[in-house]
């Protein structure tokens, strides 16, 4: 799992130890853990559209686009639902605590951007924005170009978790716990998250 500092505003860390650090459980949060001034919202045509959703959950999951692994991410973590893609609005007014995802191709990666800059000009609605899930869209080892750019977006967000292929989810086992360390400590964390009382300064 890759946990990267924000490099819409600083420089990635290249010492080893720093490294390191930022992969330490839990993941510390980024640069940016609420909305700036002066950051301009994408057009309309790419922003995330609101939707208002009943009931509540300990967490909301919410696709950057279509195929983003929304429902794959909600089935791994215990009372978490998902949004539909778009920003959730709950009935009774309070702030939901929102985990944006998206796949790690071009497209996944750039609707994730898009969104992020929604969300840090201060166009979405009222939530927590916990960080960006960013999976794998093929199995093997992801083109440096697009680890590269997923560095990039992640660093818009206040954390980042970069999740590997589960071949496993194409034969139809959904809810299974895929194997290995990143998702482990991905679901340990967003539990830890989801969970944590104390008060936040995100938008």
Not at 34 to 48: C, H, I, K, S
Not at 67 to 75: K, L, Q, Y
Not at 167 to 174: F, L, Q, T
Request: aromatic content about 4%; some cysteine; hydrophobic content about 40%.
């Amino acid at each position: 799992m890759q946990q990267t500092l924000n490099p819409w505003i600083t420089s990635p860390a290249t010492d080893n130890a720093e490294e390191e650090a930022q992969d330490a459980h839990l993941p510390p949060a980024g640069v940016i853990s609420a909305p700036l001034r002066g950051v301009v919202e994408p057009d309309a045509a790419d922003r995330l559209a609101r939707r208002t959703v009943a009931g509540s959950a300990a967490l909301w999951v919410t696709g950057a686009h279509g195929g983003s692994g929304e429902s794959r991410i909600a089935d791994l973590l215990e009372g978490a639902r998902v949004t539909g893609h778009c920003w959730p609005v709950l009935q009774d007014g309070s702030k939901p605590r929102v985990l944006l995802a998206c796949r790690a191709d071009m497209r996944g990666l750039t609707a994730a951007q898009s969104a992020l800059t929604q969300w840090a000009s201060d166009a979405a609605p009222e939530l927590d924005l916990l960080g960006l899930a960013v999976l794998a869209d093929a199995p093997g080892k992801t083109p440096k170009a697009l680890r590269d750019f997923a560095a990039i977006v992640g660093g818009g967000a206040p954390r980042l978790w970069t999740l590997p292929w589960v071949e496993a989810w194409r034969h139809g086992a959904a809810t299974t716990p895929p194997p290995g360390r990143e998702y482990e400590r991905f679901i340990t964390d967003l539990a830890a998250l989801a969970t944590d009382t104390t008060p936040r300064t995100t938008h």
